[in-house]
């Protein structure tokens, strides 16, 4: 059954959608113009331009954000910005304008349209140097580019219309490589590259400069050059020729037979290799393994075969090496071969890698026959162990290693060839033998303290001896002993003896002292822990902490005074400040906050009339005073749990400001009885009187004796002033006074003054010294850790190795900047195959190494400060660690 079918245009019209924002399209970027000073109003200095995708764009152009003041406004259609005003622009002053289009047909939303974003608009009055089109250039070359050919042209703006000249300098290597056309900018070849000299580099940084004729400005930008690796160098193999001799004949098929090596000094693609064999009975693989591809034939072959191998490159064009393989083969077969021990017993390191060598089965027949060797089932290979047929020689494979179990059993064959005599070959003998392969572990990784970073421990001060700190802990990944962790605390430099302990088996960090926190402890104690392992060398890692010493409440408060005495006016108004109390206590936070309260325990009734602020010490006068003398007892607590407290005793004299004459205690005093030797000076009586300033007084003593003998005298009685003004400071503030925190002791600091009232009541006032401890460069870098570190050998020079670290303790720069230097000494065996960063403390390689010459290398480093020391006997050189 057919169909009728008919074919039909159709025109398919897609209408666009206003979906798209504007973008300015000026260059170079950022925008730069520059205004004449007297340019008159609406002179064009710049002009914006902006595109927009879309149909039906309809752009739009606006000063966004004006930093000029009004000096210059733009045409919202055509995007010309011109100037405004009559005054004249300064020289070199920038005025900046923010612009942006708007496509005023595309809308985001009811208020906002389709924009570009915000664009800096610089104007600078007068001159300003040119502006590169590019914000730095970058080429890339093959090594073969011709001497005197065009790499790249740079361009550069004059904003005073002038020619521009163009000069360019290289950054470190490759000075006169390359040259710049002086008015062109065009960057040529100036040398010859060679990808393969090591003395070239493949990255070039370049500077090109541009200046402005007669004297104008000039601007640089950064030119980077990358060269990369031409095909032009060819394959070379080890040796002109390869032999293998005495190949039995009847080998199986794919049989390793003999290995080649070529190398390409290219890179990448250029250098890798793939061999090919001109005679079609062998065949050789990427890893230049020759195996028979055919049969051998000894007899009708001469036992020789020669032909020629080829080394290939993958360049375009690839280039080729050739070499020449002879083989000999032998017909001879007899008795069994014998292993020359029956069980064999190798060690191989955990992290051996590819081709590692695991060890040498030898076996040997009597008759002299060839022997040829074999794992167990007739392959070359077991697991991830291979075996060379013709010398026994067992290998790990090629591919990834993983030796996972500690140990691997291989059963190893030896098969005669035959060759001793005629038709021998027609009966083959074989024998067995064990390789147990003992996989070693490898002490190559060091102990970690994966959660250092959170070790924050606390101990309260006057914790016993002993006491339980934090539980550190390292892991060590190697196995057996080598994973086995010991822990020690590393005694800090200057120090004697440690502050804490730690359990050797379980990291346990304990206390080795009580701590006072008021003390020389302080705060914060640093403590660094040690794990080691049992290796032979072993290996450290350390993990460095701060341990808090918490407050306890342990010291009282303390009052400036035993005793507080103090004269008041009777007549002094209520609300007067009479007597300020002071205490201190060393404890921190709430353990050293006071609070005072008053008590009167020899007469509470003293406590209607005065009062005291708990905060401030202030006792203060609530009720007028109509006594001679008050006591007082004033108690200081800290706000500690429990609190600790303090008395102290305070005594007020009421002095009279009326005139009443003094008043005798009693108005009688006696009779007095005294022996009559009674000796001179002593005390027969005492009398008080008060308010007088002298009192004169008639005292008479008289024996027991008959008649009765008696003397009268006259005792004047001076009543001294009690002052009541404390010493008064030649200032009350000194300082700020600056010394360096290394002053001897007993070295004169400042002299301050103050002038008293002489009295009998010692009173007192303060002064504010402010000292400015300097710091001093008396601090010796330290290194954080010592390092041990592996580099595979073969790595190319410049290959990291580590990154040392040390500390100074100096609270200033350059006090506390650390060097770091390679130590230039005959015993330091490293100094010559390394390099260190003097900023960054990173190690490199300066040599390519070869384990097989030297298997370990000791490095010695040095850190220096950045200052003169401040240390005895130091030359003035930095301190040194």
């Known amino acids: 059954m057919g169909f009728d079918t008919d074919n039909q245009r159709v025109i398919i019209h897609v209408k666009d959608v206003n979906d798209e924002s504007p973008y300015f399209i000026n260059r170079p970027l950022p925008m730069q113009a520059v205004v004449q000073l007297n340019a008159p109003p609406n002179t064009p200095v710049f002009t914006l331009q902006a595109r927009d995708p879309d149909t039906d764009h309809n752009i739009h152009y606006f000063i966004v954000r004006d930093r000029t003041g009004g000096r210059f406004e733009v045409d919202e259609r055509s995007g010309v910005v011109r100037t405004r005003g009559t005054d004249p622009f300064q020289l070199d002053m920038e005025y900046v304008l923010y612009v942006k ?28 140097a040119p502006q590169f089109y590019m914000p730095n250039y970058e080429a890339e070359i093959p090594e073969n580019q011709k001497k005197d050919s065009d790499i790249i042209s740079v361009k550069a703006k004059s904003f005073a219309d002038r020619e521009i000249r163009y000069t360019l300098k290289a950054q470190g290597q490759g000075a006169g ?141 690839a ?50 026959d060839n022997v040829r060797f074999g794992f167990v089932g007739g392959t070359t290979s077991s697991g991830q162990f291979v075996i060379e047929e013709i010398t026994g020689v067992i290998r790990l494979h090629g591919k990834a290693i993983s030796l996972d179990r500690d140990k691997y059993e291989l059963n190893v064959t030896a098969m005669d060839d035959g060759s001793c005599c005629v038709n021998g070959a027609q009966t083959v003998h ?132 035993q005793k507080y005495v103090e004269n008041v006016k009777q007549d002094a108004s209520i609300g007067t400040n009479i007597l300020r109390v002071s205490a201190s206590d060393e404890d921190a936070d709430n353990n050293g906050a006071i609070v005072y309260t008053l008590s009167a325990p020899s007469n509470p009734n003293d406590l209607e009339y005065f009062e005291i602020q708990p905060e401030s010490g202030w006792i203060v006068l609530k009720k007028p005073l109509d006594r001679e003398r008050y006591r007082l007892r004033v108690k200081a607590s800290d ?19 009326n005139n009443k004459p003094p008043l005798w205690d009693r108005s009688v005093y006696g009779p007095f009885r005294e022996l009559e030797n009674v000796t001179v000076g ?10 007088r300033e002298t009192y ?39 300082g700020p006074i600056y010394i360096k925190e290394n002053m001897n002791v007993g070295a004169k600091v400042v002299s301050i003054k103050a002038r008293s009232n002489n009295g009998a009541q010692q009173l007192a006032s303060e002064a504010t010294v402010f000292i400015m401890l300097e710091d001093v460069n008396d601090e010796i870098p330290l290194f954080t850790e010592r390092e041990q570190e592996t580099v595979l050998e073969g790595e190319p020079i410049g290959t990291k190795v580590t990154q040392v670290n040390a500390i100074d303790k100096d609270g200033t720069f350059p006090n506390n900047q650390v060097y770091y230097f390679i130590v230039d000494s005959p015993r330091n065996e490293g100094k010559d195959f390394f390099e260190i960063n003097m900023q960054t403390g990173e190690v490199f390689t300066k040599v390519v190494f070869d384990r097989e010459k030297q298997g370990a290398y000791a490095l010695e480093v040095e850190a220096r400060d950045g200052a003169p020391s401040a240390r005895p006997n130091s030359g003035q050189d930095p301190n040194s660690g």
Do not use: M
């Open 319 to 368: 280039k080729t090496g050739t070499a020449t393989v002879r083989i000999y083969t032998k017909n001879k077969n007899d008795e069994e071969p014998k292993f020359s021990q029956q069980v064999y017993t190798p060690n191989v390191d955990e992290n051996a890698g590819p081709n590692t060598l695991v060890t040498t089965v030898v076996a040997s027949d009597k008759d002299g």
């Open 696 to 734: 004169k007084l008639e005292a008479k003593a008289q024996d027991k004796g008959f008649p009765q003998l008696s003397r009268s005298v006259e005792v004047q009685i001076d009543v001294v002033d009690r002052a009541n003004n404390p010493p008064i400071w030649d200032h009350v503030v000194y």
């Open 682 to 691: 002593t005390v027969v009586a005492s009398v008080k009187a008060r308010f």
């Open 101 to 128: 289009a708007e496509d005023q047909n595309g809308r985001v939303d009811e208020r906002r349209y389709q924009s570009t974003p915000e664009e800096r608009l610089s104007i600078v009055g007068g001159k300003r």
């Open 177 to 317: 490589t390359f040259n710049i056309g002086p008015t062109s900018g065009i960057v040529k070849l100036a040398k010859e590259l060679d990808f393969e000299d090591l003395r070239q580099p493949h990255v070039y940084s370049l500077v090109v400069t541009a200046t402005e004729d007669s004297g104008g400005f000039s601007t640089s930008v950064e030119l980077t050059i990358r060269v990369t690796d031409v095909n032009d160098n060819s394959p070379k193999f080890e040796l002109p020729d390869y032999q293998a001799h005495n190949v039995d004949e009847d080998i199986p098929l794919g049989t390793s037979i003999l290995k080649v090596k070529a190398t390409d000094a290219d890179s990448g693609a250029n250098a890798e290799i793939e061999y090919q064999v001109s005679d079609d009975h062998f065949a050789v693989d990427s890893n230049g393994i020759v195996n028979n591809n055919k049969q051998l034939d000894a007899d009708n072959n001469n036992a020789y075969y020669e032909f020629s191998v080829t080394a290939k490159d993958k360049g375009e064009p």
């Open 430 to 561: 074989t024998s067995t033998a064990v390789v147990v392969v003992f996989i070693t572990d490898v002490n190559d990784n060091k102990p970690v303290f994966k959660e250092c970073g959170t070790y924050a421990p606390q101990v309260e001060e006057g914790a016993p001896n002993g006491s339980p700190v934090i539980k550190v802990h390292a892991t060590d990944e190697d196995k057996g002993v080598n994973g086995q962790v010991k822990y020690s605390i590393v005694q800090q430099p200057n120090q004697k003896g440690t502050k804490f302990t730690v359990d050797e088996e379980t990291g346990e960090v304990t206390t080795n002292k009580v701590f006072d926190r008021e003390g020389d402890d302080g705060k914060f104690v640093s403590v660094t822990v040690k794990a080691t392992d049992q290796g032979d060398p072993s290996l450290e890692g350390v993990c460095s902490f701060t341990v808090e010493i918490t407050d306890v409440n342990d010291n009282p408060p303390l009052f400036d005074r």
């Open 639 to 657: 706000r500690g749990e429990p609190p600790t407290t303090a008395d102290v005793d305070v005594e007020l004299d009421v002095v009279d400001r």
